[in-house]
């Protein structure tokens, strides 16, 4: 399995958060939305609030506030791994192939199955409860 480290400056990242809207920048990481704000709220980067960037336009945005200072929050190191990345893309054209898929049938099942092997396999998706995270449900844990 390949993989990139990227390395996220708080500083730039400050900076580039408050030049252009999230679902641009993000973009521009190879990134979701919720992965690029995932990744300003571990290094304690302050985002702009809804509507923002309407405001901006007609110039009645203010300033953005000042970056807090954090110790020890430089920067954010996160390994990026492609192959999730590429079942992402394969999921993508199967899904343009067939257009309506049935949750229940064999494609769908795939489908959902590959779904949740990406985001097993990429640092910056939410992870799935853990059985051990859910004991109190089984009564013969103890």
């Given at each position: 399995?390949?993989?990139?480290?990227?390395?996220?400056?708080?500083?730039?990242?400050?900076?580039?958060?408050?030049?252009?809207?999230?679902?641009?920048?993000?973009?521009?990481?190879?990134?979701?939305?919720?992965?690029?704000?995932?990744?300003?709220?571990?290094?304690?980067?302050?985002?702009?609030?809804?509507?923002?960037?309407?405001?901006?336009?007609?110039?009645?945005?203010?300033?953005?506030p000042p970056l807090p200072?954090?110790?020890?929050?430089?920067?954010?190191?996160?390994?990026?791994?492609?192959?999730?990345?590429?079942?992402?893309?394969?999921?993508?054209?199967?899904?343009?192939?067939?257009?309506?898929?049935?949750?229940?049938?064999e494609i769908g099942k795939?489908?959902?199955?590959?779904n949740k092997q990406a985001?097993?396999?990429?640092?910056?998706?939410?992870?799935?409860?853990?059985?051990?995270?859910?004991?109190?449900?089984?009564?013969?844990?103890?």
């Amino acid at each position: 399995m390949t993989y990139e480290k990227i390395v996220y400056k708080r500083a730039k990242l400050y900076r580039q958060v408050w030049s252009k809207p999230m679902s641009k920048l993000s973009k521009d990481y190879g990134l979701s939305d919720f992965g690029l704000r995932k990744i300003c709220g571990k290094l304690k980067v302050p985002l702009p609030k809804l509507g923002y960037w309407s405001k901006k336009k007609h110039g009645k945005a203010g300033s953005p506030p000042p970056l807090p200072p954090e110790e020890g929050l430089e920067e954010y190191e996160a390994e990026v791994w492609n192959k999730s990345q590429q079942i992402r893309a394969y999921i993508g054209e199967v899904r343009k192939v067939h257009k309506k898929i049935d949750p229940n049938s064999e494609i769908g099942k795939w489908l959902e199955w590959a779904n949740k092997q990406a985001d097993r396999m990429d640092p910056l998706a939410e992870s799935p409860p853990s059985i051990l995270d859910e004991k109190d449900k089984y009564p013969f844990w103890d």
